[in-house]
């Protein structure tokens, strides 16, 4: 059974290291992806709240150093490569549900369904609140003419408001899909996590393992859901005020530093005295 | 139960059984619909169809055609001959009964190729892929030999009973048709290719394909017995490898369609286990 | 030895155990299959394997029990050396599989678990689930794929075997085959071919065996020279599921087990099963046969049910004749634990769930106890003597026959659970023989071509001839039909010289129909039809062996049965009255063995076969009325039991004298 070497067409890369690949991308998608995807939820659902308790988390999070470093390495690679690798599993396979009308094999089509609206919803909505790029050019020239980068993590509440309602029903609905497509990608994907690393084995524990799945990903769910009532709720223009004092505050006890490119536009610039050095 | 001719008169069969089958005259030439019909019989099943097919020759409109090609072995399915796509779904042509198969469409039963294996002939395709999977994960037991060295290890009744389900695997193909994983590799002959030759270059292109849910089944049998498991890593490597354990998707349409009901995704989270705990060890034992 | 090669034809156990051994031992092996090994008919065996265990040795159990059951449950009719062999060496093959991976049902304490067959009294049969023919194949197809994969095994699936080839002196070279995807016609030299084809019992039409049991690679054989012995002993399973296209056998293991046989006391009684109380049930096997119950050994059950529906007009369906098997009084969880596979297939079928209902079954056409004739070469214990090229060896020097196509280990009537046993048994102990045989010759592959060649267009030239054969008007299928019907209506459970009679006049003239039939495929690819009605065409000397056999044994013995030659069972209610009876049924019993314990022998002529007989080796067990403990024969085992006596007596005094003088 020798073949001859020569016969055999040669594997690509990612064929080669099929498992390695693929386990990575089970393991980007529970960490950091899907943790960041459950911290993301809970902050944004703190909006009901109010404002102010939004703000806070959003100051938080805002206060942790290197920001934009940590952004590239633990959310946005892990998300490129977790839809870059998710894309190509994808294509490895083909559906059969129409022949097969099967509880897992469903699952196992709306994952792949899910994945590309997850794909879809999250370019667009980084695109659409934060812009992709941090560049200046970029976010005065090309992404806010075509109102895109809105948000401003100093005026969080109001400036979601703001860009969520630019366009009637329209973003709430995409949001909505979006979340929804993610939460579903997210708790089946820990079931199936579950069998691809072996922590759940029979059909027993598999279907316990489901619906503690399943439980998950309506509290997640519902999350994500709830901060859109939220922002649907939220007076804009009384939120600002009260953002811009929090900013104040803040700047004044010295916990962030004033960044103009945070803030709605519409405001002056705040003075602020140097910070002391130690 | 009610003696047959009985049930019969109850149930108001039709006369006629229609049959549409897909069929194609070799590799690589196109397929085409052909319609026959056969006189109902009270406990046909499709094997008995098919007979009827062949002793006809004849479709439906009287023209006269070459029997329609079919595998088939045992017609109590244990052998896993006779796997074929009825009325949509992958099952053992032997155990489909007309009967039921009428419930779903009282016209017409309908039967074509599986389609994840190369097509021969009509209804019967090459599956030597399915066993080249089995000779990929090395599923036998490495003994010394054959010679007579006294009874084998002591087994409990437990380990048995895990095992024996695993072992009862037909290598019918069901599982295979059913994964949305699994695709079909068709490797066509070459003009003037001996056969050895021929099913080289076919085995150097199902190597870097999915290996499917019965082999990995099949290494995890080989791996949990007591003398098997002196290969469990080569097995692991195996798995491990292009086309290994990590190419499932989880759709479980495997273990939906085994006509055995092999517990086929407890055997994939097994191996998935299994893996974890391997691809770990080989990075610190390096 | 560089150069010799060894054919095996056909893949169930006795060929993959055959293939698995000849590579153990260094010599490449060609292993050529109409199906992929892994589903040749093996797979369908559902109860045990049996042979001698530790357990039952401690009841008082040895080989030389096995041996003997196996000799009474085969009515005498087998040379007895060949037999012994294989019952001293059932435990090695046990302990051999168990090794190899077979998932044997175990005891709590992990021990091989057993349960009782027929023809025996003891618990000797190991099992896996009710699937273990299934299971021990797929332990040899595992090993042969190991070998497969180190090169040692070259697998040729989905070939159809054409004939051996023979050089001048008649010494067998090759084969030469046919592939069923391409139809290419071609040879494969040997220096020696084993072939492990199996049963006929297509020629019934519908039967218990896989639909590529014809048999037609025997016949082939056959029809080349090889001689076939004891044909006409076929066996008819008593209990199988009657169906359309097949009659699905369920296994004995269910009597094993614990199943009961009955009928309602009341012919054509309208109660539901279950609700029919014990007493208006008629447990006929156990009432006739108190000491072993519903395990007689399988011709006896047959009869008795057939008799029970044919005869007594008991039968528990008034449109399919059919008895009662029931399994209802025991636990669900243990019919799971050891015979579910079965059940399932009964389930899958009928539509009825046999746990909470008793079974209807009827006899089918199961096993053929006959074949192509083998030699062997005994021992000083009268056993075989290990590496003879003899041992397996048809009267072709070169091709060998293993498994259920010899006629080698079952007599007139096989014992349950022993088919696997002769099967591995036999390719297991074949091995070193051909390795010997292959040293004293010069290699196959050093012969002129053209004696290939020419095997090559003998085979092509019929092949083309069926394909052209446009004018005739014959259909294979039909002629297939037709033959099963006759051959189902003369030699199965009752023969009847008459009607064997006319069957052949029957079957001689379907043979000349099927010469005729024309193809309605005449294609070059996977052409199913052309070969189908090749193996018809070659069905009819296996049949005809099987009709003239059975026409020329004016006897009952096993599974062949002619109540017009059958010993009557005593009358006399007089006890001294009933004792002379006795004398003369020993008499009688005595008188016909001189004439008929013998083997039948068929060469084949050109048209039909002729018919010699040979004595039977019985060096080491004589023959006694085979019984099994029936109600009202107690007083012919007597007299027998007391004639042996005096005779061994004699024997003993005549040694001594000799001695003395």
């Known amino acids: 059974m020798n073949s001859p070497a020569a016969s055999a067409p040669t594997p690509s890369f990612l064929e080669r290291n099929d498992f390695l690949i693929r386990r990575l991308h089970s393991l980007s998608g529970l960490v950091p992806v899907g943790a960041y995807m459950c911290v993301h939820l809970i902050t944004n659902a703190s909006l009901l709240g109010g404002a102010s308790v939004f703000q806070n988390n959003v100051f938080t999070i805002h206060s942790l150093p290197f920001l934009p470093l940590i952004e590239w390495v633990f959310i946005f690679s892990p998300i490129i490569f977790h839809a870059v690798v998710g894309i190509w599993i994808a294509k490895s396979g083909r559906s059969n549900l129409q022949n097969y009308r099967l509880t897992g094999n469903r699952r196992y089509t709306w994952q792949r369904m899910t994945g590309y609206i997850a794909i879809i919803f999250i370019f667009t909505h980084v695109f659409h609140l934060h812009g992709w790029f941090h560049s200046d050019w970029w976010l005065k020239s090309v992404a806010e003419p075509m109102g895109m980068a809105q948000f401003r993590p100093y005026n969080a509440a109001s400036s979601l408001a703001n860009a969520m309602n630019s366009l009637g029903v329209v973003w709430p609905i995409f949001y909505a899909i979006g979340v929804l497509a993610c939460t579903f990608h997210l708790a089946n994907g820990i079931w199936t996590a579950g069998i691809t690393w072996g922590v759940w084995l029979t059909p027993k524990s598999q279907n316990r393992a489901s619906i503690a799945c399943a439980l998950f990903g309506v509290l997640i769910g519902m999350a994500g859901l709830s901060s859109l009532v939220a922002v649907k709720t939220t007076d804009a223009k009384a939120a600002e005020v009260i953002e811009n004092e929090m900013y104040k505050s803040r700047i004044d006890a010295h916990t962030i530093t004033p960044d103009d490119h945070k803030r709605s536009g519409t405001h002056e610039s705040v003075e602020v005295k140097p910070v002391p050095v130690q | 139960m009610i003696a047959p001719g009985n049930e019969a008169t109850t149930k108001r069969r039709p006369a006629k059984i229609n049959v549409r089958i897909l069929r194609q005259d070799g590799p690589g030439l196109p397929g085409y619909w052909e319609r026959h019909q056969v006189d109902y019989e009270p406990d046909m099943n499709v094997i008995s169809v098919l007979q009827k097919v062949a002793a006809q020759a004849k479709t439906s409109e009287g023209q006269k055609v070459p029997p329609v090609a079919w595998d088939c072995g045992c017609l109590e399915e244990v052998c896993g001959s006779c796997t074929m796509v009825i009325n949509g779904r992958v099952r053992q042509s032997c155990s489909a009964l007309v009967d039921r198969l009428l419930e779903d469409d009282a016209n017409e039963i309908e039967l074509r190729p599986m389609t994840k294996f190369p097509v021969v002939r009509d209804l019967m395709v090459d599956r030597s892929r399915l066993f080249r999977s089995l000779q990929r994960v090395k599923a036998w037991v490495p003994v010394d030999g054959y010679y007579d060295m006294g009874a084998g290890p002591r087994i409990s009744r437990e380990e048995q009973e895990q095992n024996y389900p695993l072992s009862q695997c037909m290598s019918c193909g069901c599982c295979l048709e059913a994964c949305p994983q699994f695709n079909k590799i068709e490797i066509q002959r070459q003009p003037g290719e001996t056969n050895e030759d021929y099913a080289a270059r076919k085995n150097a292109a199902f190597d870097q394909g999915f290996v499917g849910p019965h082999a990995i089944s099949q290494a995890m049998l080989f791996n949990s017995h007591p003398v098997g498991k002196n290969m469990a890593s080569e097995r692991m490597e195996a798995l491990t490898a292009t086309g290994g354990v990590q190419a499932c998707g989880n759709a479980q349409n495997c273990v939906a369609v085994c006509p055995k009901e092999i517990p086929l995704t407890t055997s994939i989270a097994r191996a998935g286990r299994a893996a974890t705990v391997y691809s770990i060890k080989k990075i610190f034992d390096r | ?661």
């Open chain 3, 1 to 661: 030895m560089g150069s010799n090669r060894v054919l095996v034809v056909g893949g169930g156990l006795a060929g993959l155990s055959a293939a698995m051994k000849l590579a153990e031992l260094g010599v490449p092996v060609d292993l050529l299959s109409l199906t992929p090994v892994k589903r040749s008919h093996s797979v369908c065996a559902q109860g045990g394997i049996n042979s001698v265990s530790d357990l039952t040795r401690q009841d008082g159990d040895d080989e030389w029990k096995h041996f003997d059951d196996t000799i009474y449950g085969g009515d005498f009719l087998q040379n007895q050396p060949p037999v012994k062999e294989m019952a001293y060496w059932a435990p090695k093959v046990i302990d051999l599989m168990d090794r190899l991976g077979v998932t044997f049902n175990r005891t709590p304490e992990g021990f091989i678990d057993r349960r009782r067959f027929g023809g025996t009294l003891y618990k000797r049969t190991a099992f896996a689930g009710a699937t273990t023919g299934q299971q021990l194949l797929y332990a040899l197809d595992e090993q042969v794929r190991r070998r497969e994969s180190e090169g040692l095994i070259t697998k040729y699936e989905f070939w159809d075997f054409l004939g051996p080839i023979l050089d001048d002196n008649g010494r067998c070279i090759g084969a030469t085959a046919q592939d069923m995807v391409t139809m290419q016609i071609r040879s494969f030299p040997a220096d020696a071919v084993i072939v492990a084809t199996g049963g006929n019992g297509l020629l019934y039409g519908r039967s218990t065996m896989s639909v590529f049991c014809t048999g037609s690679a025997a016949s082939r054989c056959f029809q080349a020279g090889a001689k076939m012995g004891n044909p006409e002993f076929i066996q008819v399973h008593p209990t199988a599921i009657p169906g359309a296209d097949k009659l699905r056998l369920m296994s004995e293991s269910a009597r094993g087990e614990g199943g009961r046989v009955w009928v309602p006391r009341k012919p054509a009684d309208p109660r539901e099963p279950k609700s029919i109380p014990e007493s208006e049930r008629y447990y006929f096997l156990e009432s006739r046969f108190p000491k072993y119950g519903n395990l007689v050994p399988r011709d006896i059950a047959t009869r008795e049910i057939f008799n029970i529906c044919v005869n007594e007009g008991l039968s528990v369906d008034p449109t399919r004749m059919s008895v009662y098997l029931d399994l209802t009084h025991i636990p669900r969880a243990e019919l799971d634990r050891k015979l579910g596979g079965i059940l399932e297939i009964y389930e899958k079928f009928q539509g009825v769930d046999p746990r909470d209902e008793p079974m209807k079954i009827f006899p089918a056409v199961h096993y053929s106890m006959g074949g192509l004739w083998v030699d062997y070469e005994a021992n000083a214990d009268g056993g075989l003597l290990p590496g003879s090229p003899k041992n397996q060896s048809t009267n072709i020097p070169g091709l060998y026959a293993l498994g259920e196509c010899d006629y080698q280990y079952h007599g007139a009537n096989r014992l349950g659970a022993n088919s696997l046993l002769s099967c591995i048994f036999s390719g297991l102990f074949v091995g070193p023989g051909i390795v010997n045989w292959m040293k004293g010759n010069k290699a196959a592959s050093d012969l002129p071509k053209s004696l290939f060649e020419s095997a090559v267009n003998v085979q092509e030239a019929r092949h083309k001839k069926l394909l052209s054969n446009v004018s005739g008007d014959e259909n294979p299928y039909l002629i297939h039909q037709e033959l099963g019907d006759v051959m189902t209506r003369a030699a199965t459970v009752v023969r009847d010289n008459q009607q064997l009679t006319e069957a052949f006049d029957k079957v001689s003239q379907l043979k000349e129909r099927a010469a005729k039939c024309a193809l309605s495929d005449s294609g070059n690819w996977t052409n199913q039809n052309v070969i189908f009605t090749k193996a018809v065409q070659d069905m009819f000397p296996a049949a005809m062996c099987i009709l003239k056999g059975a026409l020329h044994r004016d006897e009952s013995r096993g599974a062949h049965f002619k109540p017009a030659f059958s010993q009557p069972s005593l009358v006399a209610t007089d006890p001294s009255e009933r004792r002379l009876e006795a004398e003369r049924w020993c008499d009688a019993f005595e008188e016909n063995n001189s004439k008929f314990l013998k083997s039948t022998i068929c060469t084949w002529n050109g048209n039909e076969p002729d018919l010699t007989y040979e004595a039977i080796d019985t060096r080491l067990l004589a023959p006694r009325p085979r019984l099994y403990g029936l109600v009202g024969a107690e007083v012919i085992e007597q007299v027998w039991k007391e004639r042996s006596a005096a005779k061994a007596k004699k024997a003993e005094s005549g040694k001594e004298q000799l001695v003395n003088s």
